[in-house]
């Protein structure tokens, strides 16, 4: 209705009109320009056209037009040779007007040549002009060429700091919300209305803003002069800004002309602020321009921010403002403070840009689209179109019917029936220590226990090595420490324990999830994609790698499809940076627990960096190059060591299963299945190779098709011969190894990954058939196909769930003796021996408060650091002492427990019992526990109480006093008291450690004492802190994978919903 | 609508690859080896390795710390030897190392010698544990034994105990019913921490009940004595079975018998092999009454055949074909008489433990005389030895038991230069008497069969015969050497 105009009273106001069109290469606008001006109820009494040097045929369309010519008397066409600015080009067009007798009642009105007023426009504009004689400029609403229920602007909207607000915003639907608007600081030039006697009082426009800020300047200028500036809602001109949109040719990009409008708009606002304002707004501009631009560049808007930045440079010409400044003296009549009403109140605008982050960053609804159509409909709606069935369902009905939601909850039903032993037995208690078996071995550690193991430069279990850890640590660490945010499982005794046990019962869930979103790539429909995921969830090589615990599994389970749909996105032309990093991150974590992968991905990054188009280069770069980085030094050891790329923790298996049943169960994806459940799978692969023939509804999508057969083939490859790629050999028991080589089921992930490709590409065809039966055939096909894919991929999951995980996981193996755990990660340190005793070889493994290997591995060849432990051992469990035996070397070795996984009565158990400085403190059911003497202490020595990781002697190696440990592998910050002689600080560490530990004596560097069997250092006799770190193995790599993790975390993370990083 | 072909194509290409690559795997063996996979990750296989020290604990002065029992003064001579170079095989020439004797809980050194094939010797007359201990290149073959020789009339006899190798279970055969004929069990603890032992008895009419609870600790290199008396008073047979926990004892049981005014003897039972269904008791030395006891610690009635094993070979007495040993009992069979030193081989049904009782007695006045205990014996594998210390003027014997197979042995009397060196076949089934004339002492060396031996020590003192028996058993060359590995969890 406000668009409704009122009818034009056909008298002629008091005054004349003259009216001047700005032209340049506008020829695709000009005539309706000049349509619109020639059906103005009110037509101008004059017409100048100013043709700025237009190149087109706009000269030829202004001559031509005979339209305009009928409605005004007198038309005049100037030619400007030479590229003016807009004010020069309205000047000219003023200048070619006659001065009239009274000014005061003469008018001129400016259009541009892509702008069309509406018919009563300009009597609108000149009824509200002359409403008052104060009135000297008055600006039309002006409102989208194409869509005139959309609004362009209704007068300049300014901060007193010199920030333009759109408000309205650009597009915004016109539900007369604005119409209040009156007296505005400035209006456009583009349907201008200003009385010919104040433009001649404030002289036109200034000389330094005559292109961008123009407007601003003139309306500011005039109102200082004491001429109102009005915008009148009733007037509407259609503009199509083609400046501003780019479509005019020749003229700067859009985002250039939006930067030198707000640079602009700075100027005029120093031009015209107070002078005593001036140098504050000065600095206030770049502070917050400098602010804005950091916050944008965090939120990950780098061109907003640059944007921003570019504020700064209206400070750049502070000649010109002062200029401006010196020249508008003259005509200021009023103080400046008068206009306060005009400018955008600070709460506006801060209530504006807080809107600006809650549109950007609220969740995208599915509907957004059409809820924005609806947004300019503005009249009633018809009954039938919006009838009650069409309505959105309630939130929990949405859930409840949601495939995906379906899918996920029926995989913890499953999941949950499989672990039922477990759980009741306690596996994903905290007061335990998780489970353990198969792959898996028992931890008792936590986060921190995780994280030095990986970064330490001297780490692991037994007397540790300097090698280089596996980044899973790292990994696993995080996800330790996320969990023990958890109330309760911080103080579990091994939260790390629980927190695999979580992740292993997890799998299944998070993958079944992680398929729904993945499967987008291939298709869209929710119930394909449910079905998918259910069965990928749910898949044999998941069940038997998890109840095998392979923990590696698991998380490749949980992340291949992210990665492969991410791969899939970078190779697509509207993949996203975003996206890549985010995929990048997931390799990178694939990689640390199963290297193949890693292998695997870097060829495919290389194929898209070498075969892919454009951006896609820059992308598969990302995915190239991320992912190694990330992982650091521990990639380069593939380099000497070509079997750890095909192997990985937990990776490896001892099994042969090479014969037909093994080959059958690896096509149906199912590995180590014995069963008739094996079978379950066969429909999946006939569906996924059937699924691969489906008709790409692009050359992208075939191509996409290929890469998944590949890949299914690949895997399948990968499968079937890693049992023929001995890789070594690997724990198999007390004394044991056997042959080791890959597990199959890494290549089987691929390979059913693969077919789900097909089956999802196939479900498109056969949902179309099921929503609009056609041909009986077609649709009975359909039918078949539907229920051969949800049929067994249900039976699966029951099977599953009634089966349960077997028996190869069980709770509680990390109990290691409480008395051992105490002193173990007190400050004694010390260690527990367990021996596990077979008629071969006794398997021994010193136990400290570093966790061990989580996962069995190949067997690497022992350190020769370990030779006087491997002696002292070899000598405890027999071989050429004598019966009666010294503990010293156990002692020296900082092992205070010696526990045997034998019965009383073996021949093991009688020699420790009968060794000196043995003791034996009880039995359980998990062996015989005897307690190690302390080393006996020097003469006025505080004697120990137990053997400690770390000791002061003297000079004969008399023990002195026990130096409390702080941390893992003898790490030491404590004050030591002063002594009387020469002493020595003994660490019960391999010789190696010294080289990797920063041992420091109030902050001056101790050197090893050259030749000790254990790391010797001489301490000073005065009393002083002795400090012992073992500081980061090659720390300047261990910062760059740092900021280099924060700054794919960064970019992998989406900031603000997609509209808003669209509208960037 | 249009057959769409590429799709097809792609379809059937994966079909097939497929089909192919599973085919391909159930056809075609063989396989990659990027690493030599290793059973025990590159460690060696356990193997035997000859010791650097070892050790044999000797009961010291037997008669003393019995509660309840008479203490009997005197010294024992301990003597403690390694062979001589060459004697053990795969030990390499040369090599440094030492013998001594350690006496107490303080292990006092007793005497010492880093001469190879001096023979170290003390006296002791505390009631304390003996150990011989020896090191480096000695310890391979160390041989200890004890003597105990009293003249006199009550307590007048000669008992040679070998020095044992400490373990944790020990059956001890010996012992009768009767006054006056006490019988001390000597259990010895050469180790760093108190054991605890148990002591069950086995007699005539089955486990002895009061015995069952028996258990006692001994301290840290110490010994106890106990009274078998106390433990089975009145047993006619007894068989004591010494049970430790927590360690490994040496044990003997020190027997005196004294009939009537008459002193009968004295001698130490030393082990006996463990329970077997095939023992062989080597050595008999006759010339006085045999008798061959029994044990069956089981709980099924044991069907037993005892042969004789000559030097003429095997003879089974007709009455001696099948002798039932009740389940948890003790059994005493008299050997016929023989005129030739002879070995017992018992087989039965039921694992069993034996010993044989010899006797010499004067043939005038009250008959005096003395006794020895021979144990069945495992079979020789390396090294044995007996010393013969302060034995001048007696006539020493070695005999040999072969098995079922004919046996050879390299037999060195007395060491250094005047050994003598001879190689003795002994056939099967039968025993061989060497005469070892004047050796300070005797090494066997078993070079082919299972063989078995003991020494025997006889003499006359004042017309009244003293004798005794030591049984061989292997002495401590070579231990079996587990690998032991580290796994990192």
């Known amino acids: ?358 549109d950007a960053i609220t969740p995208e609804r599915s509907r957004a689209r059409r809820e924005a159509a609806l947004t300019t409909e503005t009249g009633p709606v018809a009954d039938d179109s919006e009838s009650l069935d069409h309505l959105p369902a309630s939130l929990p009905r949405r859930i409840v019917s949601h495939p995906g939601f379906l899918a996920v909850l029926a995989v913890l039903v499953a999941t949950t029936a499989a672990w039922r032993d477990a759980i009741r037995a306690g596996a994903l208690s905290p007061t335990n220590a998780g489970v353990a078996g198969g792959e898996l071995r028992p931890v008792s550690t936590d986060a921190s226990g995780l994280w030095h193991a990986f970064r330490d430069a001297w780490h692991g279990a037994g007397l540790g090595t300097g090698a280089e850890s596996g980044p899973h640590l790292a990994v696993l660490s995080a996800l330790t420490w996320l969990a023990e945010r958890v109330p309760g499982v911080a103080e579990s005794r091994s939260s790390a324990g629980v927190t695999i046990a979580w992740l292993l019962f997890l799998t299944p869930v998070l993958a079944t999830w992680s398929a729904y979103l993945a499967g987008r790539v291939v298709t869209s429909s929710r119930v394909a994609r449910a079905l998918g995921a259910l069965a990928w969830g749910t898949a044999g090589v998941a069940a038997t790698g998890i109840a095998q615990g392979r923990v590696g599994v698991a998380v490749v389970h949980v992340l ?101 049943s093994g080959v059958l169960a690896h096509v149906l994806g199912e590995p180590g299945a014995t069963s008739w459940a094996v079978w379950l799978g066969a429909p999946l692969v006939v569906l996924g190779v059937l699924g691969l023939a489906t008709r790409g509804r692009s050359r992208a999508e075939s191509v996409g098709l290929l890469v998944g057969g590949v890949l299914a083939l690949l895997g399948l490859a990968a499968a079937l011969l890693s049992g023929r790629v001995v890789l070594g050999s690997a724990e198999t028991g007390v004394g044991q190894s056997a042959t080791a080589h890959l597990w199959a089921g890494v290549g089987v992930q691929l390979w059913l990954a693969g077919l789900l490709v097909g089956v999802l590409a196939g479900s498109r065809p056969v949902l179309e058939s099921l929503a609009r039966p056609g041909r009986r055939w077609g649709f009975a096909a359909a039918v078949a196909a539907a229920a051969l894919a949800v049929v067994p991929v249900l039976a699966s999951a029951a099977s599953w769930g009634v089966q349960g995980i077997g028996h190869t996981l069980s709770v509680g193996q990390a109990t290691l003796p409480a008395v051992a755990i105490e002193q173990g990660s007190g400050p004694l340190g010390n260690r527990l021996l367990l021996l596990r005793p077979s008629d071969d070889v006794v398997d021994f493994v010193l136990a400290g408060q570093e966790p061990g290997e989580l996962l069995r591995d190949l067997d690497r060849t022992p350190d020769a650091d370990d030779a006087p432990l491997v002696d002292a051992v070899a000598n405890l469990v027999g071989g050429r002492g004598a019966d009666s035996l010294d503990s010293t070397a156990l002692a020296r070795l900082g092992v205070g427990f010696v526990q045997v996984r034998a019965t009383a009565d073996s021949a093991l158990a009688r020699r420790l019992d009968s060794s000196g400085g043995l003791s034996r403190l009880g039995t359980s059911e998990r062996g015989i526990l005897w307690k190690v003497q302390p080393l006996p202490a020097a003469d006025g020595g505080v004697a120990a109480t137990a053997p400690s990781r770390a000791r002061l002697v003297d000079a004969d190696g008399a023990l002195l006093r026990v130096v409390p440990t702080s941390g893992p592998h003898a790490a030491v910050d404590t004050m030591l008291p002063a002594g009387k002689a020469a002493r020595f600080v003994v660490l019960a560490e391999p010789a190696e450690w010294s080289q990797q530990a920063l041992v420091t004596f109030d902050g001056r560097e101790l050197l090893p004492v050259a030749g000790a069997a254990q790391p010797t250092y001489a301490v000073p006799p005065t009393a002083g802190e002795l400090e012992i770190d073992l500081a980061a193995a090659q720390p300047w790599w261990r910062l760059g994978q740092g900021l280099l993790l924060g700054f794919v975390v960064f970019m992998a993370v989406p900031f603000g919903n997609r509209r808003s990083r669209r509208r960037t | 609508m249009t057959t769409n072909v590429p799709g097809m194509v792609r379809a059937g290409a994966v079909a097939l690859v497929a089909a192919g690559l599973a085919v391909g795997a159930t056809r075609v063996s063989g396989s990659v080896q990027l690493a030599t996979p290793g059973g025990q990750a590159g460690l060696p296989e356990s193997s035997t390795v000859l010791l650097d020290e070892s050790s044999l604990v000797c009961p010291g002065q037997q008669r003393l710390g019995a509660t309840g029992l008479r203490d009997v003064e005197g010294t024992v001579t301990v003597a403690a030897a390694t062979p001589d170079q060459g004697v053990v095989a795969g030990a390499p020439a040369g090599g440094s190392g030492t013998v001594a004797l350690l006496g107490g809980s303080s292990s006092t050194g007793l005497a010492q010698s880093s001469d190879r094939g001096a023979e170290v010797s003390a006296g002791t007359a505390a009631p304390d544990v003996v150990i011989a201990r020896a090191r480096g290149a000695f310890a391979p073959g160390l041989v200890a034994t004890q003597v105990w020789r009293h003249g006199g009339d009550d307590d007048r006899g000669l008992t040679v105990t070998p020095c044992q190798l400490p373990s944790s279970d020990v059956w001890l055969v010996g012992g009768g019913g009767g006054p006056s004929r006490t019988e001390r069990v000597i259990v010895s603890n050469p180790g760093a921490n108190a054991v605890s032992v148990s002591l069950e008895v086995l007699g005539r009419g089955g486990p002895v009940d009061a015995a069952g609870a028996r258990s006692i600790s001994i301290p840290p290199l110490s010994r106890e004595v106990v009274s078998l008396d106390a433990l089975a008073p009145d047993e006619a047979g007894p068989v004591v079975h010494v049970t430790a926990t927590g360690g490994v004892v040496s044990a003997v049981l020190d027997e005196q018998w004294i009939l009537g005014a008459t002193g009968r003897g004295i001698d130490d039972a030393t082990r006996a092999a463990s329970p077997s269904t095939d023992l062989v008791v080597p050595g008999v030395e006759t010339g006085g009454g045999i008798s061959l006891r029994l044990a069956n610690p089981g709980s099924t009635e044991a069907l037993a055949q005892v042969r004789l094993l000559t030097d003429k070979g095997a003879v089974q007495p007709e009455d001696l074909r099948a002798v039932r040993v009740p389940a948890g009992s003790t059994l005493d069979v008299a050997i016929p008489s023989n005129p030739a030193a002879l070995g017992v081989g018992v087989r039965s049904d039921q694992p069993l433990v034996a010993a044989a009782w010899t006797e010499r007695r004067a043939t005038t006045g009250d008959q005096m005389g003395d006794f020895a205990w021979t144990p069945a014996t495992p079979a020789l594998r390396g090294v044995a030895g007996v010393l013969l210390p302060g034995l001048d003027g007696t006539t020493k014997r070695l005999l040999l038991t072969a098995g079922s197979a004919p046996a050879t042995a390299q037999v060195r009397l007395g060491s250094g230069d005047s050994a003598q060196v001879s190689t003795v076949d002994v056939p099967a089934a039968s025993t061989v008497a060497v005469d070892a004339k004047d050796a300070k002492g005797v090494w066997v060396v078993p070079t082919k069969g299972t063989l078995r031996g003991a020494v025997s020590v006889a003499g006359i003192d004042g017309g009244v015969p003293f004798f005794s028996v030591a049984s061989l058993s292997d002495a401590p060359v070579r231990a079996l050497s587990v690998p032991v590995r580290q796994v990192r969890n």
């Open chain 1, 1 to 358: 209705m406000s668009l409704s105009a009122p009818p034009s009273t056909g008298q002629r106001p008091n005054g004349t009109v003259d009216a001047i069109v700005v032209v340049h290469n506008g020829a695709a606008w000009l005539a309706q320009c000049l349509d619109g001006l020639a059906a103005q109820t009110l037509p101008p009494a004059r017409l100048v056209i100013v043709d700025v040097a237009s190149s087109d045929t706009s000269n030829a369309i202004a001559r031509a037009h005979t339209g305009v010519r009928r409605a005004i008397p007198s038309v005049e066409i100037v030619r400007l040779d030479g590229r003016a600015p807009i004010g020069r080009a309205i000047d000219a067009g003023v200048a070619a007007l006659p001065v009239g007798a009274d000014a005061s009642t003469s008018w001129v009105w400016v259009l541009h040549d892509d702008t069309v007023p509406r018919a009563n426009a300009l009597a609108q504009l000149l009824q509200a002009g002359l409403r008052s004689k104060s009135v000297g400029v008055a600006g039309p609403k002006i409102v989208d060429w194409d869509d005139p229920r959309r609004l362009v602007e209704m007068g300049i909207q300014i901060t007193r700091t010199g920030r333009r607000l759109a408000s309205p915003a650009r597009g915004e639907a016109d539900q007369g919300q604005y119409d209040h608007r009156a007296d505005v600081l400035a209006v456009s030039t583009s349907g201008m209305l200003v009385r010919r006697s104040a433009y001649d009082d404030i002289g036109g426009f200034d000389p330094a803003f005559v292109e961008h800020g123009a407007d601003l300047d003139l309306g500011w200028r005039a109102q200082l002069a004491g001429h109102r500036v009005i915008v009148v809602p009733g007037a509407v001109v259609r503009d199509a800004s083609a400046g501003i949109d780019g479509e005019r040719p020749g003229v700067p990009r859009p985002r250039e002309l939006e930067r030198r409008g707000r640079r602009a708009a700075r100027q005029v606002t120093l031009a015209r602020c107070s002078p005593l304002a001036a140098p504050f707004l000065a600095v206030w501009m770049a502070l917050s321009a400098l602010v804005s631009s950091v916050t944008l560049l965090v939120a990950k808007r780098p061109r907003q921010a640059w944007r921003e930045l570019t504020d700064v440079s209206a400070l750049l010409h502070p000649f010109a403002t002062l200029g401006a400044r010196w020249r508008g003296r003259r005509t200021k009549r009023l103080r400046r403070d008068h206009l306060g009403t005009l400018f955008v109140a600070p709460a506006v605008a801060a209530r504006t840009t807080i809107d600006h982050i809650q």
């Open chain 1, 560 to 660: 291949l499809p992210f990665v492969l749909a991410g791969f899939c996105l970078a190779a697509r032309r509207d993949g996203t940076f975003t996206a890549s990093f985010a995929t990048a991150l997931a390799t990178a974590v694939v990689g640390a627990f199963a290297p193949p992968l890693l292998a695997l991905s870097v060829v495919a990054a290389l194929l898209l960096l070498v075969l892919g188009p454009g951006l896609r280069r820059a992308r598969a770069l990302v995915l190239l190059v991320v992912p190694t980085a990330l992982l650091g030094p521990w990639v380069a050891q593939f380099v000497e060591d070509a079997r750890l790329l095909l192997s990985g923790p937990g990776l490896v298996t001892t099994v042969d299963d090479r014969g037909p």
